[in-house]
């Protein structure tokens, strides 16, 4: 068989074992950020090209050119399979780059292998398997085709590399800076410096402001304001992923050199700062390279100690995986690789499994021993609540409760079945207690809102005000204080809630209904008729809605 030919079939073969080793997560459901980041998009899901551009446009996009898929999945509520294939494909292609770049100092065979054990190796997991991550997977597929075109000699080749690196995740501007480096170090030429250092620079320097707040506020402002740590904003990754690189860099300098680098999710403080400085002088002042191994491991220690609340924990560390084949290729035989690779593939299939149901990903959370437990024990009562297991999610909110009497969303959970349950005193009463604790959490306020009118309340217009201050987008708060006005015969005031309703979703019958009768009670009813005039002649009305006879209309259907 000639070269050529085994060339062909090796990049047929290696994404194919890897889609193997990965089956049992693909029919897994959407997971946190995916609900934001891909099912609640709707410049992704409508492929709206000029918004996609806004915000990592790279991994938008891709997610815009499967939308009919993610449209289909969400209307026949069928798992998003085709979208985890696609990241099991960018995860192979980064593995086919990282192997040709072994193929510069290595035989075939040995940078086959080594491209193959980071396929199936399991520390990418969470990475593949979670939709939201594929910003990290692009944003790695770009840093190694940088790196490939740096170490081959043709460093020119790395500058849109770098841009679709950047595009695809704001983190990947410093790879111009690192990549410059390594051109330095592994070839002797000052030139790249040049080239890529100005845009890296460039990158540092934009970063700047938020570093500077990072060093007194780690935490982003959703997570603080619903009673979490909070986590690094995310323009200041970058400062997690400076850290690292100054451990990362002694090793290129030994000549274990060409990792690529990316945030791990470990956060940033001066004392984690220092602990990277120093581990860095020890390690290129007196370390033999096989101690280099754990200090890989390292930096994972962090999530046993600190009360980070990032629960899919090797999630912005998958690129730091890359510095597992590099290190094998210098102290393993190709034998030794045969079986760490057999026993990635045992790996890889169980923890790919985990991924098979909400139950099984954040019981697998809890059993990590990584992480701010509370969050956990919230998303994992969700998963209950939705598989009917009420008196499980009932106790998995109480226990996030337990260890964080801050958590907002537990809260609101737990209420919404207390008031299911016929408990509405009980569900105001956690709510009160969730804005006394949580006085910025705008959703808060609009469940303590809604469960404050359905007791008859008057109260509730004040807490749909405060969520609306907080959060002018929310669209329910802002359609219950538009009724409010409406019945008070202030209709210039219910105009503008419900104005403010439908910025948010344009197309909802119930705004569209409401503002309609609300124009015509300004006297303006042919622009009202403008709106509702496809709708059928005998609309039910719900809760959301203004009744007609409040203005002298005919008697309608009731739900």
Aim: aromatic letters at 10%; charged letters at 15%.
């Amino acid at each position: 068989m000639t070269g050529g030919h085994l060339i062909a079939i090796e990049w047929i073969v290696l994404p194919l074992i890897t889609l193997a080793v990965y089956w049992p997560m693909l029919f897994g459901p959407f997971v946190f950020d995916d609900l934001d980041a891909v099912v609640g998009n709707r410049a992704v899901r409508e492929r709206n090209w000029k918004r996609l551009w806004l915000w990592r446009p790279i991994a938008n996009l891709s997610y815009a050119f499967q939308s009919r898929s993610i449209n289909r999945t969400i209307a026949t509520d069928h798992q998003p399979v085709s979208l985890k294939i696609v990241n099991v494909l960018i995860h192979s292609a980064t593995a086919l780059v990282l192997r040709q770049i072994l193929l510069i100092d290595h035989s075939n065979q040995t940078a086959t292998l080594a491209a193959l054990l980071f396929a199936v190796h399991p520390f990418a997991v969470n990475a593949v398997s979670y939709i939201s991550a594929r910003a990290i997977l692009l944003a790695t597929f770009g840093g190694m085709l940088g790196l490939w075109a740096v170490l081959a000699g043709y460093p020119l080749l790395a500058v849109p590399a770098v841009a679709f690196a950047a595009l695809a995740k704001e983190d990947g501007l410093l790879f111009a800076l690192q990549l410059s480096l390594i051109a330095l170090m592994s070839r002797g030429e000052w030139w790249p410096l040049l080239v890529l250092g100005p845009v890296g620079a460039f990158a540092v320097m934009s970063y700047l402001p938020q570093l500077w707040k990072a060093f007194s506020r780690t935490g982003s402002v959703a997570m603080e304001e619903g009673g979490l740590p909070g986590s690094l904003p995310q323009p200041a990754h970058a400062l997690v992923t400076a850290t690292e690189a100054l451990i990362h860099l002694p090793l290129w300098l030994l000549g274990l050199g060409q990792s690529t680098l990316h945030s791990s999710g470990i956060g940033y403080s001066r004392v984690r700062m220092w602990i990277a400085i120093g581990i860095a002088a020890t390690m290129f002042l007196t370390l033999p390279k096989f101690i280099l191994i754990l200090i890989f491991i390292s930096p994972w220690i962090a999530y046993l100690i600190l009360p980070t609340p990032e629960q899919l924990t090797e999630t912005r560390g998958y690129a730091i995986g890359l510095a597992i084949p590099f290190l094998v290729t210098t102290f393993a035989t190709d034998i030794s690789m045969i079986v760490l690779i057999a026993l990635s593939i045992i790996m890889t299939w169980r923890s790919a499994g985990h991924w098979s149901s909400l139950e099984r990903i954040w019981k697998r959370s809890l059993s990590t021993g990584c992480g701010e437990k509370s969050r956990a024990w919230q998303e994992l009562g969700a998963a209950y609540r939705d598989l009917g297991r009420l008196d499980d999610a009932i106790l998995a909110f109480r226990e996030a409760l337990r260890l964080n009497d801050r958590l907002a969303p537990a809260y609101r959970n737990l209420a919404r079945m207390c008031a299911v349950a016929g408990h509405l005193p009980e569900s105001i009463d956690l709510l009160k207690r969730a804005v006394e604790r949580c006085p910025a959490h705008a959703p808060a306020w609009e469940d303590l809102g809604l469960a404050l009118e359905s007791a008859g309340l008057s109260e509730a217009d004040s807490a749909y005000r405060w969520a609306t201050r907080l959060n002018p987008r929310l669209d329910f708060s802002q359609n219950r204080l538009g009724l409010f006005e409406f019945k008070r015969g202030n209709f210039a005031g219910a105009r503008l809630r419900f104005e403010a309703a439908l910025a948010v979703l344009s197309s909802n019958d119930e705004y569209l209904w409401n503002l309609a009768l609300t124009l015509r009670s300004l006297g303006l009813s042919e622009e009202g008729f403008k709106l509702v005039g496809h709708f059928p002649p005998n609309i039910n009305l719900t809760a959301n809605m203004i009744n007609p006879t409040l203005i002298g209309q005919p008697e309608t259907t009731k739900s």
